[in-house]
């Protein structure tokens, strides 16, 4: 703020200076008097007043601050003798902008501009206003503008911007780049370039029209000294060659660069692609959207013979040798794996031998094979192997280890490196549960007694091994997986509590048990986990799928709220911001910058989670006021009833949204958040190979959109609902007028049938499938899937037959009366079977818990909502009722109803709360000694317990000296029986949650009760 | 062996595996969007052949005279990276952009004075620490203010280290 020291309206620093202090201290009370009493003195001038809104912005009142600043604004309009500079309007501008009244700055700019047309000045904030506003067209017509002015190159840079912008992100076709292009030469022609991102904003017109030869003479010429670093120029030679299709050439200059820069991977991934004439990297297209490219294993038909493939190939060979040989340090891995690339590509192309591959692999762990990365540095040449050969090279690996190694950090390393193949390659999947577990206690025992070689370590620094440990955990959820027995999950999540114990910071650790302790219906600890990995800013969009998804189906309100909360903050605040970065990019002549902010600003606004976020947080307060009929009506008013939402729903089919979430961190057994193979029976390797997480992504995707279109039309079914219901309570007819009434049927017919059609039902279908189930017709396989949604379905569809005359509400056998029998026995008959089948959570992983937790707190809550309209309405207000036999008659009848529906509410509640208290009831011990005891290996050799034991005799056996103080202290505060009973006291944590909202509803259909 | 490029927004989705580690801070998206808008020079990523970000570093050059020079804010190395001179190459980087491009006269970085393994790496690259600077981390632990000369600074003037330590509000720069 202090660059705004200044003379504002003619007002001298002097005066200005101690309320700028005053804003900067956040005294805003003494600001105000200061500004008060500038205005006073300073009536007439606006820069005064600008000043006074904007403290009364910062101190929260917002009316008085719009009003105030208005007044500035009309003031500045309305003589002509008023000084109008940049300040005042700057200032104006940060007011209307915090109160989202964007047009009003643009408008008070414009309107400056029109009176001073040739203050550039002015016109930057102008140009700024539109930076604001994304107006691309307008951005660049004032930029044009300040160019013919002053004739200056950053000017025709922020035009030629605005022109890319137009076409990349806004409507503009390409021909604009065409002119954007024309203006750049005819400046270049009489002004020369000076900045370096002007001429790769100029490099990159050209590109994006195919123009590579005349860019490549560009960097060739005069201009290409603007690029001061050699590697940089040539790689982008390289590449404009390449994409016109000279690959001779591209590849010459790309070898120049590996010369330079022997470990940069990517270019000798270029240089190799160019030599054999693979042009696959370079087509249009070929980049898209991900977060993690996939390697391109595309086999695309070579255009060489197969003499001059071989020629071609033996040149890379002869190169990377040389590369090899020059390579000073171990450090410089690319000219070693540069000859498993040549022998991948040889394969691709069917001109090559696995057995070369495997033997380039095994040179190559000779020299790496300690390294952590190694693993995940072969991945894309193992997928080129068959299965078979798969397992050769696992075996040669296996004979080779340790063998020219005598240090035992290296030799510990190849072991770890070993394991991680056999997981990559699936073998984990195939062996026998015996041998997998013989695996895991390998691990466990190799990570125990090479603590030791972490004595001096500082606590700051990974354990060596530690992914020993979670690997070992990948094993035991298996075990778990394979044989349901509990004692297996126990111990994959002992040995993580382990870990952690020696060392608190490994957050692969943390997400492993994070998602276990999901898994056991024990959220709180998950959450506690999951607040420790520190997710903040914009990891809160890559990172929170790990804990969100979860949250949203368990009581723990308050926690989901603050997560909702922080995470639509963070996006909010930044969508506000970002075009003040785009415009400091501008200024600061990043112009590469401003397209990619906009880019990802438009990337993070189609954020899937982003949306989902918007539409489950007001979704949860609906639940959270859903005892009270009209607490829920003031929230329906906050959301505008919902309309907001239901737009949205419409708009999902037409937008692109995006998934920026990162998967790679996701455990095996969930690869999406959709998905948890624990929940099924064991499906063996079929899960592999990795080629499917492609096909689950985008099933994920799919999945996620439909639940976002079928969610945003959720909140305004709940207020057409509570509608439909007060309106078919004949005599106490009180619309509120905000919607017609003939109109909510209607309007509710329709969002019932998108509901169905999303549910990939037709209405009438969907009709059918709901009046079904409680006679045990229905698939309960079509169902399951969405229950929630079928449930949701039934109690709309009886809010909506209360009130329709159409065929369709008395379709078939159910008529006005009998829908609400349909809705009765539908909640109970599926919310009573389903915690019926419950066993305790202890016991059994993977509880259909989280399933009753929606059944309760949706569907069931709705049409409590439902009731308590109908109850309400039916209440004398004290105005005259309206008498009629027939009315008096279906109203009786109604009143049958809903007394019946509230008595079979009232038993389903009831049930809930007395399993919850009897799970409540059981000795926290009796749990304790029952999990711990999962944990006693039985048989010798077999069973689960045995990985567990060796932590415990590690635990025992190794001392102080050998350990150091630092493990050996957290050694000492291991204790395993902590961990079980944590889980325990985190189960019960749900299930009180859960029992206090049933308590709740059941008070409110007490009152109910009595009210009828 | 890593691909070393410049740091784009689409980085930011791509790094949490390095993120997640307890000393790298995630800061907000105003602060690394205003080094890209500023210096995009200076924020460089380094990837895997597997295309996953193994470490980034991020910096600036500011200051006035002879104490122009380049800043390193932030380096970081996912932990299956590291051990491998990863962070040196992206440190050799900046100092280059700092010496060639902006003809800077040195490279100076805020350390944690209880980072030992970092300022042991820091010295091996051939930091001298210049001047301690009091609680300058949330008013609790003192930082190292750690500095390497380059090619301009031809009598090593800017790493002469300063006797006594100063507090944060002595410093020159934010």
Not at chain 1, 504 to 520: E, G, P
């Amino acid at each position: 703020m202090a660059s705004k020291y200044g003379y504002g309206g003619g007002i001298p620093e002097r005066r200005v200076r101690p309320i700028w202090d005053a804003i900067d201290s956040r005294q805003f009370k003494n600001a105000l008097k200061l500004t008060s009493t500038l205005v006073s003195k300073n009536p007439d001038i606006p820069y005064a007043l600008a000043l006074k809104g904007l403290i009364l912005e910062r101190m929260g009142k917002l009316d008085e601050a719009f009003s105030v600043c208005i007044t500035a604004k009309e003031m500045l309009f309305s003589s002509s003798s008023i000084l109008i500079d940049d300040l005042t309007l700057s200032t104006l501008q940060i007011v209307f902008q915090r109160l989202d009244h964007l047009d009003v700055a643009t408008s008070c700019y414009e309107y400056a501009c029109g009176k001073f047309p040739n203050n550039v000045e002015l016109m930057m904030g102008l140009f700024n206003c539109y930076v604001r506003e994304y107006s691309f067209v307008k951005q660049q017509q004032i930029a044009m503008k300040m160019y013919k002015i002053v004739g200056e190159e950053r000017f025709l840079l922020w035009a030629v911007c605005s022109f890319q912008l137009q076409v990349f992100c806004g409507s503009g076709e390409d021909k604009l780049l065409l002119l954007a292009e024309g203006l750049l030469k005819k400046h270049i022609a009489t002004h020369n370039l000076h900045e370096p991102e002007a001429l790769s904003v100029y490099i990159s017109l050209l590109e994006y029209q195919s123009k590579f030869g005349e860019a490549l003479e560009i960097l060739s010429g005069k201009l290409g000294s603007l690029i001061v670093i050699e590697v940089d120029k040539l790689r982008i030679q390289g590449r404009l060659l390449a994409r016109a299709g000279d690959y001779v050439l591209a590849a010459d200059i790309f070898q120049r660069v590996l010369e330079l820069c022997p470990d940069d991977w990517e270019c000798f991934q270029n240089y190799l692609s160019c030599l054999i004439g693979d042009g696959s990297n370079w087509s249009k297209g070929a980049q898209n959207n991900s977060i993690h490219l996939p390697n391109s294993g595309d086999c695309k038909n070579l255009h060489l013979t197969d003499e001059m493939f071989d020629s071609r190939i033996s040149r890379a060979s002869d190169f990377a040798s040389k590369l090899a040989e020059k390579a000073s340090s171990d450090s410089i891995r690319c000219p070693y794996l540069a000859s498993l690339e040549i022998e991948r590509r040889k394969l691709i192309y069917g001109r090559g031998d696995m057995d070369k591959l495997i033997e380039v692999m095994m040179q190559y762990f000779c020299r790496f094979g300690h390294l952590p990365c190694f693993a995940s540095d072969v991945e894309t040449f193992l997928e080129v192997l068959t299965g078979d050969k798969k397992n050769e090279l696992l075996d040669k690996l296996v004979e080779s280890c340790g063998a020219p190694v005598t240090a035992p950090k290296k030799l510990l390393g190849q072991s770890i490196t070993i394991f991680k193949v056999r997981e990559l390659i699936g073998d984990m999947f195939t062996v026998s549960a015996t041998d997998i577990e013989g695996f895991a206690v390998q691990m466990a025992d190799l990570y125990c007694k090479n603590l030791p070689l972490s004595k001096d370590l500082d606590i700051q620094e990974s354990v060596h091994g530690e992914d020993l440990l979670s690997m070992a955990c990948n094993i035991l959820v298996q075990l778990f997986w394979r044989t349901n027995h509990i004692g297996y999950l126990l111990e994959a999540i002992m040995i993580l509590e382990f870990g952690l114990t020696i060392r608190r910071h490994v957050s692969q650790y943390k997400i492993l048990l994070l998602h276990l302790y999901s898994h056991w219906c024990a959220l709180p600890l998950a959450y506690d986990w999951y607040k420790s990995l520190d997710v903040k800013n914009i990891l809160l969009e890559t990172v929170s799928h790990h804990i969100l998804p979860q949250m949203l189906t368990y009581p723990l309100w308050n926690d989901l709220s603050d997560l909702l909360k922080d995470y639509l903050k963070f996006m909010d605040a930044h969508f506000r911001e970002s075009a003040d970065l785009t415009f400091l990019a501008y200024r600061h002549r990043n112009y590469s910058k401003v397209i990619e902010f906009v880019q990802f600003k438009e990337r993070l606004q189609r954020s899937s989670q982003y949306l989902l976020a918007k539409i489950e947080s007001p979704i949860l307060h609906l639940k959270q006021n859903a005892d009270s009929i009209e607490k829920e009506e003031g929230v329906l008013e906050n959301l505008k009833c919902g309309t907001h939402f239901l737009e949205l729903s419409s708009e999902i089919g037409s937008k692109s949204l995006t998934f920026n979430e990162d998967m790679q961190l996701r455990p095996w057994w969930t690869p999406t958040y959709d998905k948890n193979y624990l929940l099924g029976p064991f499906e063996g390797v079929s899960y592999y190979p990795r080629e499917n997480m492609q096909f689950q992504i985008k099933q994920m995707e799919a999945n996620t959109l439909k639940k976002i279109e079928r969610r945003s039309l959720v909140p305004r079914m709940i207020y057409l609902s509570i509608q439909s219901a007060a309106l078919s309570v004949k005599y106490n007819i009180e619309a509120n007028g905000s919607l017609p009434e003939h109109q909510v049927p209607s309007e509710l017919r329709i969002l019932l049938e998108r509901y169905a059609n999303i549910l990939g039902f037709s209405f009438h279908d969907a009709i059918e499938m709901v009046s079904d189930f409680p006679k045990g017709h229905s698939s309960s396989e079509v169902a399951s899937p969405n229950l929630i949604e079928w449930m949701n379905f039934a109690v709309f569809f009886n809010a909506w037959s209360l009130n329709s005359h159409e065929k369709g509400a008395s379709h078939r056998d159910i008529n006005k009366t009998s829908s609400w029998q349909l809705v009765n026995s539908f909640l109970e008959k599926q919310i009573v079977e389903k915690f019926r089948s419950m066993r305790p959570l202890l016991s059994s992983p993977g509880s259909d818990l989280p399933v009753v937790v929606q059944m309760v707190t949706e569907p069931l809550a709705w049409h409590i909502l439902v009731i308590q309209s109908c109850v309400r309405s039916s209440l004398p207000t004290g105005k005259k009722k309206k008498k009629g036999g027939a009315s008096e008659q279906s109203n009786s009848q109604l009143s049958y109803e809903i007394r019946d529906s509230i008595l079979s509410v009232y038993r389903i509640i009831e049930q809930v709360i007395t399993w919850l208290k009897e799970q409540l009831q059981k000795p926290v011990d009796e749990g304790l000694d029952m999990i711990l005891s999962s944990l006693v290996t039985k048989v010798p050799n077999e069973g689960p317990g045995r990985v567990f034991h060796v932590i415990e005799t590690c635990v025992a056996s190794l001392n102080d000296t050998e350990l150091g103080d630092r493990i050996a202290g957290s050694l000492r505060c291991w204790h395993p029986a902590d961990v079980g009973r944590k889980l325990i006291s985190g189960q019960r944590t749900v299930l009180s949650e859960l029992l206090k909202i049933c308590e709740s509803k059941i008070k409110s259909l007490q009152t109910l009760k009595l009210q009828i | 062996m890593s691909t070393i490029r410049r740091f784009c927004c689409n980085d930011l989705l791509r790094f949490a595996s390095v993120n997640l580690d307890h000393l790298t801070e995630t800061f907000n998206m105003s602060f690394y969007m205003t080094y890209l808008a500023r210096w995009p020079d200076y924020f460089h990523v380094a990837e895997s052949p597997g295309n996953q970000v193994m470490g980034y570093i991020m910096g600036k050059v500011e200051g006035e005279g002879e104490s122009w020079h380049g800043h390193v804010t932030a380096v970081t190395v996912a932990p299956e990276y590291r051990r491998q001179q990863l962070a040196k190459k992206l440190m050799n980087l900046l100092e280059d952009i700092s010496d060639k491009i902006d003809k800077a006269y040195f490279v100076d970085l805020f350390v944690r004075a209880s980072n030992i393994p970092a300022i042991k790496m820091y010295e091996k690259l051939e930091y001298v620490i210049y001047r301690r600077v009091l609680r300058y981390y949330s008013g609790e632990e003192d930082a190292l203010d750690m500095r390497k000369a380059l090619s301009r600074d031809v009598e090593k003037k800017s790493v002469v280290p300063l006797k006594r330590p100063v507090t944060p509000d002595e410093l020159e720069y934010d």
